[in-house]
C-alpha cells in the first residue's frame, strides 16, 4: 500500500498498518531508545493490547463489535473433547478475535460509566485516519475520535488521579502523541482548538477524569517530536543506532542515588 496525503475514515486497522510511514508510537520510541526502536519486533497482539483493542471498540464503534470478536465458549481445553470442540470454534470464526465473557463485561461497565462523554454527534468521526507530511516525513494518525474541533483520546489505566495521570503522561510519552495529533490537523486542514484524554481505571468502580493538554504542554511534545525525528534521520543517515544515544562506561555519581 502506497503513502498517500489525505483523511481517511472507516479505513481497517489492517490496512493502516500497511501504511509505509512513521506513527506517533515510533516518534515515542526513538525519544525513550533509538535502539530498541530498531530492532523491536512486530506488533504482536498481547492481552494488554487485545484489552486495549477490545475496550475502544466497545467505547466507539459498537456496532462494530460482532464483525470483529467473537465471545468464546467456556470450554476445558486440558480434555481431548475439549480440545476438539476449541478447534471447532476457532475454525468457524473466520478473522475475528476470540475474547473472554469477562473481559467484554468489564469493557460493557466501564462503558456505561461515562455513557455521557461517548461521541454522538453528528460532527463526531471514531478512529480517523490521517496521513500528512512531518517535517518532510510521511506520517501518519489514527484518532479515536475528532469532534469537528477537537481531538479526543481514550486511555485506560491504573490511577487517573492528576498525580498519576501526569507521571503516565511523561512514562508513556502522551505529550509526544497529543502534539503530533494536532499537527496532523493543521497538515490536512481539519480545524483543531486542542487535544484532551479520556483517563479511565481499570478497576472497579472505574473512576474516570478528562485531561486537556496546555498549549505550553503541547508545545513541549511538539519539540520533542522534533528532537526525536531528527534523532532517527541521522541514525539512519549513520546506520548507527546506540542504546539510548550513549557510548563508552557510564559514570553513577553520588548526586545520581538521590
Not at 490511577?159 to 508513556?172: E, L, M
Request: aromatic share 14%; hydrophobic share 35%; glycine share 6%.
Amino acid at each position: 500500500m502506497e503513502f498517500k496525503e489525505g483523511i481517511y475514515e472507516d479505513m481497517p486497522f489492517e490496512e493502516y498498518n500497511e501504511i509505509p510511514a512513521y506513527r506517533a508510537s515510533d516518534i515515542k520510541q526513538v525519544e525513550q531508545c533509538v535502539y530498541t526502536w530498531k530492532n523491536q519486533k512486530g506488533f504482536s497482539d498481547s492481552p494488554a493490547l487485545l484489552e486495549g483493542r477490545v475496550q475502544h471498540t466497545v467505547f466507539l464503534e459498537l456496532h462494530k463489535f460482532d464483525d470483529e470478536f467473537v465471545i468464546q465458549p467456556n470450554i476445558d481445553r486440558r480434555t481431548k473433547a475439549g480440545k476438539e470442540a476449541y478447534e471447532d470454534f476457532i475454525g468457524g470464526i473466520a478473522h475475528r478475535t476470540p475474547i473472554t465473557q469477562d473481559l467484554y463485561e468489564t469493557c460493557m461497565e466501564r462503558r456505561k460509566i461515562v455513557q455521557h462523554l461517548i461521541p454522538n454527534g453528528e460532527n463526531d468521526r471514531t478512529e480517523l485516519t490521517v496521513c500528512y507530511m512531518f517535517h518532510g516525513q510521511p506520517f501518519k494518525s489514527r484518532f479515536d475520535w475528532y469532534d469537528g474541533q477537537h481531538v479526543w483520546d481514550l486511555k485506560t489505566c491504573r490511577d487517573a488521579s492528576p498525580r498519576g495521570f501526569r507521571q503516565a503522561i511523561n512514562n508513556f510519552k502522551y505529550h509526544m502523541q497529543a502534539a503530533l495529533y494536532v499537527d496532523a490537523c493543521k497538515a490536512v486542514g481539519l480545524p483543531v482548538d486542542g487535544f484532551s484524554f479520556l483517563a479511565q481505571e481499570k478497576a472497579h468502580p472505574y473512576p474516570y477524569v478528562v485531561y486537556t493538554m496546555s498549549s505550553e504542554a503541547l508545545e513541549y511534545g511538539r519539540a520533542k517530536n522534533e528532537q526525536a525525528l531528527h534523532l532517527l534521520l541521522e541514525s539512519q543517515k549513520n546506520d548507527s543506532y546506540k542504546p539510548y544515544n550513549l557510548e563508552g562506561v557510564q559514570i553513577v555519581e553520588l548526586h545520581d542515588l538521590y
